[in-house]
């Protein structure tokens, strides 16, 4: 009996620490599972100690007066479900706070056409600096509402997330073109800008496209551009900034793995771009004290100078030896051996100036001495679902896949993958366990 | 042309107009003093508190913060590592908006919370109104009950008001009168069932009349 218990526990253990994110197993060790679950249960605490008691809307940022942003609430509605779900906080706490933020969301916060204005004042719902009705900010709001809201099915969230959504005039936010205006500003209309090429603009696309109410037609989905560059031997489908985390924004929700955009794998995509990522910051090791191969993730993040589109080729690549640890971190469903690596680097090395209360602070700079003292809304959200997908073997992709539009979405613009998939499309897998490798061979320093 | 009706003494029954003349000065300087303190500590705590050096501080940090964001979203340049002139101008734009924005909202709150005030103000002094006037018109409707029971012949019937009701003198003066001719015609009564003797009878009664002055004569 004892042998049959012996060989129970460790089966029990090789299941609870290993993740089937990308299809392969990943060896994880329990010291490891246990800083990414304290890393993940500390960024939470972001959403609940920067929400509002009467609004559950949450800061933009933990500087003070900050105001509230809709994209920030939308990860924290996410993140308190999360948090419910492995048993941080409370059932009833998690769901009484999502339902008065969604009530506050949908009886008293500003919007055109259902479109949320940017930054809302935190305790009435006003629409401050002037900001613009956001369609990416509503998208990811509405996305976070979505998501939380199936982890409470069979009350009453489900039909509050959805009144949101559908309350969501997506069509209109297209101004007559084929594509998806930023915004829109009651002084001044519509503004300038489409998202006209690859981004976080995917789950805007998404929702707007399955929406059941106001949708835009599926050209729309023809409309934007798949700019290809290569970096180091890497095609890549690439951002115009060539930010990480606008490889990562779309994916925390919707499961990439399974779908093909006539050819594209945006899963492996986002792996190459976070690989190029590692690669392009590393090829400056010599010029910037904090890059590494253990300290790398060019995002846009403040810095020294504020806050700024970092980023890597293929794109714009502007970088100035600052770092930010939630690009790393939110990274690991696509290279969980690098990501790790960075996350106990910057944990091990930086955590007196870099970990606080609320996880990982935003950025560093080594060169100029730097060290961000502040969290941001946004990129802590990132970080909880990107290790909650991780950690649970992809439970945010499952429910969020599982919703009537997403599948819509997928349907109208036939991103199925084939049975047999294009020999150009690779299946996503996981860095094997064994060392830190460089993915795809020895990087070619620049 | 002489106006015989022309008031010439405003302040004939000075405790009673006194009374009202305070009762209605006082209502009026609450409602002042309430709108004035709520305006001047409203705008003055709310523009104190909006400007004061930390929020200034806060709000310039904010409207830069989000003048990189816009860029950041927006350009397709490489950002700036110093403060462009044109980053500047959009920054003290946007945090002059802002203040505007501010200001607007602390006048709005001002003028909600004055709004709340005075309709609170407003109900209490409309209820104090009908507590006052009832203390008017609560004598003048037993006036007018008494005097239509004095018109169809009862003497019997007396005023009495209400301890804080106006006009208590005037219901004693009344009293006093009725109680006079209820006396005296009683008496008559009196004379006319006892005395037996016609001549006499006519001479009381006329001794008795002869001390009422009426419109007949006399």
Known sequence: ?446 | MIHKERRRHFLVNRPLQFRYMFTITFAILVITTVSLTSLYFGIWGGILDAFSDERTRNDLLTASRLQQYEEARHSKNEPSESLSPLSFVRQAERLSERQREVFKEILDQTNRGLAGKLLLLFLLIAWGTIYLSHKIAGPLYHFQKIFDQVARGDLGVRCHLRKFDEAKSVASSLNQALEVLDQKLSLLQNITENEKNPDRLVARLKEELSKFKTSAGH
């Open chain 1, 1 to 446: 009996m004892p042998a049959t218990r012996a060989f129970s526990l460790a089966v029990l253990f090789f299941f609870l620490s290993t993740s089937l994110v990308g299809g392969t197993p990943f060896s994880l060790s329990e010291e490891d599972r246990q800083l990414l679950e304290k890393i993940e249960k500390d960024s939470i605490q972001y959403f609940i100690r920067y929400a509002d008691r009467g609004t559950g809307l949450v800061n933009d940022s933990s500087q003070p007066g900050s105001p509230a942003s809709i994209a920030a609430t939308g990860f924290g509605l996410a993140s308190l479900a999360i948090a419910q779900s492995r048993g941080w906080i409370s059932y009833r706490k998690a769901y009484d706070q999502i339902r008065r933020t969604l009530l506050a969301l949908r009886n008293d916060a500003d919007h055109e056409r259902g479109f949320f204005y940017h930054f809302l004042d935190l305790k009435t719902g006003r629409r401050v600096w002037r900001s613009e009705a956001s369609s990416i900010d509503t998208a990811l709001l509405v996305a976070g509402a979505l998501l939380a809201a199936q982890y409470f099915r069979g009350t009453d969230l489900p039909r509050l997330a959805q009144e949101l959504y559908d309350r969501v005039d997506w069509q209109w936010m297209m101004n007559g073109t084929p594509l998806v205006c930023h915004g829109w500003k009651p002084e001044s209309g519509f503004l300038p800008y489409y998202w006209d090429s690859y981004s976080e603009l995917i789950i805007l696309q998404a929702l707007a496209i399955g929406s059941s109410t106001h949708p835009v037609p599926p050209d729309a989905w023809e409309a934007w551009n798949r700019l290809e560059d290569e970096y180091n031997g890497k095609r890549i489908v690439f951002c115009f900034s060539g930010s990480l985390f606008t490889y990562q924004f779309s994916h925390a929700f919707i499961d990439f793995r399974e779908l093909d955009d006539r050819g594209i794998n945006y899963f492996e995509n986002s792996k190459k771009a976070t690989e190029a990522n590692w690669e392009y910051s590393l090829s400056f090791k010599d010029q910037h004290k904090a890059y590494s191969e253990a300290s790398w993730g060019l995002s846009a993040s403040l810095g020294p100078g504020g806050y700024k589109a970092y980023g890597a080729k293929p794109g714009l690549g502007f970088h100035d030896g600052t770092v930010a640890p939630y690009a790393s971190i939110s990274s690991l469903v696509f290279t969980p051996e690098l990501s790790l690596q960075a996350i106990k680097f910057f944990y091990e090395t930086y955590k007196d100036s870099l970990y606080g209360p609320h996880g990982f602070k935003d950025a560093f700079n080594l060169d100029k001495k730097w060290w961000a003292r502040e969290y941001l809304g946004i990129d802590q959200g990132i970080t909880v679902l990107m290790l909650e997908n991780f950690l649970s073997g992809g439970a945010v992709w499952e429910k969020f896949m599982k919703l009537p539009g997403i599948q819509k979405w997928i349907e109208l613009c036939k991103l199925r993958a084939p049975k047999t998939r294009p020999e150009t499309t690779v299946q996503p897998e996981l860095i094997p366990s064994e060392g830190i490798a460089a993915p795809n061979g020895s990087p070619s320093l620049q």
